[in-house]
Structure formats: C-alpha cells, structure tokens
Nanobody, 123 residues
Framework: QLQVEESGGGLIQAGKSLKVSCAAS????????MGWFRQPLGKGREFVAG???????FYADFLKGRFTISRDNAKNMVYLEMNDLKPDDTAVYYC?????????????????WGQGTQVTVSS
C-alpha cells in the first residue's frame, strides 16, 4: 500500500517562497495521480494542486499562478513550490494519492494521505 509523507513546512515571512515535498513509498507511485490539499485551522480541507501520471497539472483558481506542482517518478517524489506567500496561505498542507485524473479536487476521491506539514506565513 502506498504511503506518503510530507516535509518542508515551517514559518516564513509574507512574500517569500517555500517548497514542500512529499515522499512516496510502498506502492507503484507512477500509477497514481498526486494532489496537494491544505487545511487552515478551523476550516475544511481544500484542493491546492494536482499532477497526473503524465505530469499534466491542475491548480485551484484562487492560487493565481503562485504555486507550482511537480513530480519526479524516478525518486517517488512530489513537490509544491509556493511563491509570494500570504498569511492566508497558512495551513497544514497534505499530500494525497488517487487513481485517475477526474474529480481531482475532491478529497474523498483520494486513497492515501500523509500526516501533513504546517506552513505558517507571518505578515
């Protein structure tokens, strides 16, 4: 069974950049669609970005081009590079895996989740 683990979160000033990573193990990583979600304190989990097996990318509209998702199938890694961070980006960021490209913004479609990494953006 695929396992995923996020890393790279932390405290960062508004306007700066941060790259979080997701390491996958225990399964055929190349078969999965990978997504990043985030959950601000006291709010629901929301889709941030997703990437297909063939590296097609999908983003939440509210990002307006600030974030970039990528994957390295040889290393079983997924990355989320976040630029021009804002205090509203403060959240726990989760990596998740699913089969297929459709409904990629729906968390209930994902089979495997990491524990999350906290990103805090100070103003």
């Amino acid at each position: 069974q695929l396992q995923v683990e996020e890393s790279g979160g932390g405290l960062i000033q508004a306007g700066k950049s941060l790259k979080v990573s997701c390491a996958a193990s225990g399964g055929a990583f190349g078969l999965y669609f990978m997504g990043w979600f985030r959950q601000p304190l006291g709010k629901g989990r929301e889709f941030v970005a997703g990437i297909s097996r063939s590296k097609d990318t999908f983003y939440a509209d509210f990002l307006k081009g600030r974030f970039t998702i990528s994957r390295d199938n040889a290393k079983n890694m997924v990355y989320l590079e976040m630029n021009d961070l804002k205090p509203d980006d403060t959240a726990v960021y989760y990596c998740a895996a699913k089969f297929g490209d459709i409904q990629h913004d729906e968390p209930q479609q994902y089979l495997h989740w990491g524990q999350g990494t906290q990103v805090t953006v100070s103003s």
